[in-house]
């Protein structure tokens, strides 16, 4: 059974999974902190680039499973019309209500 990202715990978090699976780009970049950064699978990657291949173009999409540490870790089932569907798993840093880093990863 998914979380509803409108239930998640954590408001900066719950910014960021509602503006991505609404694929809102203007709310998506709202949620970030002005120098934030990522990882997938360990690797950093460009944000703006990923994002857009990832996620937007993509029309990417979580599916909250769990959530721990204050709700900045989650696991959730990430969907795109690229790559389908996958268990990933989702680490956040947060600043002034802002997410400065997050990363991901297959779980």
Do not use: Y
Not at 8 to 25: E, K, M
Not at 36 to 49: E, K, L, T
């Amino acid at each position: 059974m998914s979380i509803p990202a409108e239930s998640l715990s954590h408001p900066a978090v719950r910014a960021f999974v509602t503006a991505l699976n609404a694929n809102d780009r203007a709310a998506f970049r709202e949620a970030l902190g002005p120098s934030a950064a990522m990882s997938d699978d360990g690797s950093d990657r460009d944000i703006g680039q990923w994002t857009e291949k990832e996620v937007f173009s993509a029309h990417g999409h979580m599916d909250v499973q769990s959530e721990s540490a204050d709700g900045l870790s989650l696991v959730a089932t990430f969907h795109n019309e690229t790559w389908g569907e996958m268990r990933t798993r989702w680490q956040f840093t947060v600043q002034e209500g802002k997410v400065l880093r997050f990363d991901t990863g297959q779980a």
